[in-house]
Nanobody, 123 residues
Framework: QVQLVESGGGLVQAGGSLRLSCAAS????????MAWFRQAPGKEREFVAA????????EYADSVKGRFTISRDNAKNTSYLQMNSLKPEDTAVYYC????????????????WGQGTQVTVSS
């Protein structure tokens, strides 16, 4: 069993930055792939970024590529999402998720989810 808790959301002006954290508890964090998804009001949940269990492989949605960076610190059981050059269209609730070993873009394939953290970008 893995429990995930996100933090770091907030209100920021367009062009600003935020760093989200996802703290994991439970066994074998280092064997889990981590991902971030987001859901804006009235829209479906969408994939943002993912990282494999070693941290050696990452992938991003086209909409955030070059602006967001996903990372992990297995010693701290924590995954991060550094968000730079934020845009109003990045406004959403951001969720972290985990699954064994291999990251995927399909949220339905993830076993564990956090409660979400709100990110609001003002224009």
């Amino acid at each position: 069993q893995v429990q995930l808790v996100e933090s770091g959301g907030g209100l920021v002006q367009a062009g600003g930055s935020l760093r989200l954290s996802c703290a994991a508890s439970g066994r074998s964090f280092r064997t889990y792939a981590m991902a971030w998804f987001r859901q804006a009001p009235g829209k479906e949940r969408e994939f943002v970024a993912a990282i494999n269990w070693t941290g050696g492989s990452t992938e991003y949605a086209d909409s955030v590529k070059g602006r967001f960076t996903i990372s992990r610190d297995n010693a701290k059981n924590t995954s991060y999402l550094q968000m730079n050059s934020l845009k109003p269209e990045d406004t959403a609730v951001y969720y972290c998720a985990s699954r064994l070993l291999v990251p995927l873009r399909d949220g339905a394939k993830y076993n564990y989810w956090g409660q979400g953290t709100q990110v609001t970008v003002s224009s």
